[in-house]
């Protein structure tokens, strides 16, 4: 039970959620490119952000999520697909980055204003050619990534909601790999909820969504990222006083949309001496952000792909 997504609800129906362990999907988004430690972790909190996102809004397309910043990290970007491809990538300033970890003692410590400082949170969701795109920011204010994401839910979603995000490298038999997990409940509409003596009351609807945030929060990261520990059997130890409701899971896996056919049509929106800038040795190379798989081309390919542009 690994990289997936595990639904579930609280037998009074005070709150759902969601539970979400990733690690090939996290680990290979990763190491992908040669990260820092502290940039490849706020990068996987956004894909378990994106991942717990995924399950909470209705989308048949694609949901990605760009955090910008004007700190040392200026981007994070993760999408993710109905289907759970999720792919990501970072940027960063080397020298920035080293400035600020050789000053650790001064300035913000939280992640957020210390590495990404002011910027934006924006989640946006395509669901194809024929639709409008979905788009809502918020401001970074938070101290942690999970912080920002919780207020998107609430500002942007209008969700009243509560999440936990853990990051991590782990050893495991081929040496260390990243991994992550997160948890978040969102508070369900009184109707539904269901009180054990007879009438439901609002005070005891709003006791019972305080307990489901606090039962999360008691959450420990070693859960979170414990491979071993079933996802029902997480869930049962964290919400057993309600008692809990999974629904069938659904997984992840790492997966890059980029292609040799997308990488030719965006060459031949460029203009054509500009390619010529773009050469590496004697092949124009283009590298995916995402993947880092290169796509080369030689001069014979460069002019076919122009020459039917052109006759197209
Ligand atoms: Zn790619």
């Not at 109905?82 to 792919?87: A, E, I, L, P, Y």
């Not at 990404?116 to 924006?122: D, E, H, V």
């Not at 998107?152 to 990051?167: H, W």
């Amino acid at each position: 039970m690994d990289n997936t997504l595990q639904p579930f609800q609280l037998e009074n129906h005070a709150a759902q959620g969601r539970l979400v362990r990733l690690g090939d999907a996290m680990n290979q988004v990763l190491t992908a490119h040669d990260y820092p430690t502290e940039v490849a972790t706020l990068l996987g909190e956004v894909q378990v952000i994106a991942a717990l996102m995924s399950g909470t809004l209705k989308f048949d397309g694609v949901l990605s999520i760009q955090v910008k910043g004007e700190g040392p990290v200026s981007m994070l970007l993760v999408d993710v697909t109905t289907d759970g491809n999720m792919r990501g990538y970072a940027r960063f300033d080397a020298e920035k980055l080293q400035a600020v970890s050789e000053n650790k003692g001064d300035g913000p410590q939280q992640e957020v204003p210390r590495l990404l400082g002011n910027g934006y949170f924006a989640l946006t969701v395509d669901q194809g050619a024929d639709t409008q795109p979905y788009q809502g920011i918020v401001q970074l204010e938070g101290a942690t990534l999970a912080e920002c994401a919780h207020d998107y839910l609430r500002q942007s979603a209008q969700l009243d909601a509560a999440l936990k995000v853990v990051v991590s490298q782990v050893n495991g038999e081929q040496g260390p790999t990243w991994r992550g997990g997160g948890v978040m409940v969102q508070k369900s509409a009184f109707s539904g909820f269901q009180s054990i003596d007879g009438e439901a009351t609002d005070a005891e609807f709003e006791d019972a969504w305080r307990r489901a945030v606090i039962f999360l929060g008691s959450s420990t990261n070693e859960e979170l990222l414990d491979v071993s520990l079933h996802p029902h059997d997480l869930l049962f130890r964290l919400f057993s006083e309600d008692g809990v409701r999974a629904f069938d899971p659904s997984s992840f896996a790492m997966k890059c949309r980029c292609s040799a056919d997308r990488v030719r049509n965006v060459l031949v929106s460029f203009p054509r001496d500009e390619i010529e800038s773009m050469k590496i040795g004697d092949d124009v190379v283009v590298t995916c952000e995402f993947c880092n798989v290169d796509y080369r081309f030689d001069v014979g390919q460069i002019d076919t792909i122009f020459k039917e542009s052109a006759a197209d």
